[in-house]
């Protein structure tokens, strides 16, 4: 086993955002098992650093993996951009204005106790993060149009927060 491997290589996995997610869950359990702690508890100690480290490095390469803005940040780092760069504050103005809409809307179903409304804001802020990771996929694996694609990570962030939002509002309505 290599520590030097990327997060793909390490899984075997093409370095894509395009990703098979049941092929990395079942590249996680096996790695998972094959140096889980426990498996070298009689083992020297020497031996018992090694597997924690891998297991380390699998989680935290799992973790990445799995979920889409940290697979599109990462995939960004294997080709040296910075795509969180707090000096980068590029953004397209229509996706601004929308997101604008999507806080004045959750505001207002807050407002209103409108958990009617708030489902429809759900339902399209996740349509609108599957569109955009879509979008992201397209850049990075086949344009290779990776600054602007460092742009659609940063909006695709914006989207878990907001997405995140919308479930502080849920929970404080039910409540």
Not at 133 to 142: F, G, P, Y
Not at 147 to 163: N, P, T
């Amino acid at each position: 086993m290599d520590l030097t491997q990327n997060h793909f290589e390490l899984f075997s996995l093409p370095q894509s955002y395009a990703l098979d997610r049941d092929r990395l869950d079942s590249a996680y359990r096996e790695l998972q098992n094959a140096v889980h702690p426990d498996r070298f508890a009689a083992k020297p100690e020497a031996e018992q650093r090694v597997a924690m480290q891998w297991a380390t490095q699998a989680n935290e390469a799992y973790q990445t993996l799995k979920h889409p803005v940290n697979r599109g940040v990462y995939l960004l780092r294997l080709q040296g951009i910075d795509a969180l760069d707090a000096s980068n504050t590029k953004m397209a103005p229509a996706f601004l204005m929308q997101q604008m809409e999507w806080r004045e809307a959750i505001e207002e179903a807050r407002a209103d106790k409108n958990m009617t409304v708030l489902d429809t804001l759900a339902n399209d802020l996740r349509m609108s993060h599957r569109r955009i990771e879509t979008q992201l996929a397209d850049l990075i694996d086949k344009a290779h149009d990776f600054g602007a694609a460092s742009e659609v990570v940063r909006q695709l962030r914006f989207m878990d927060k907001l997405i995140a939002e919308v479930g502080d509002v849920y929970e404080e309505l039910e409540n």
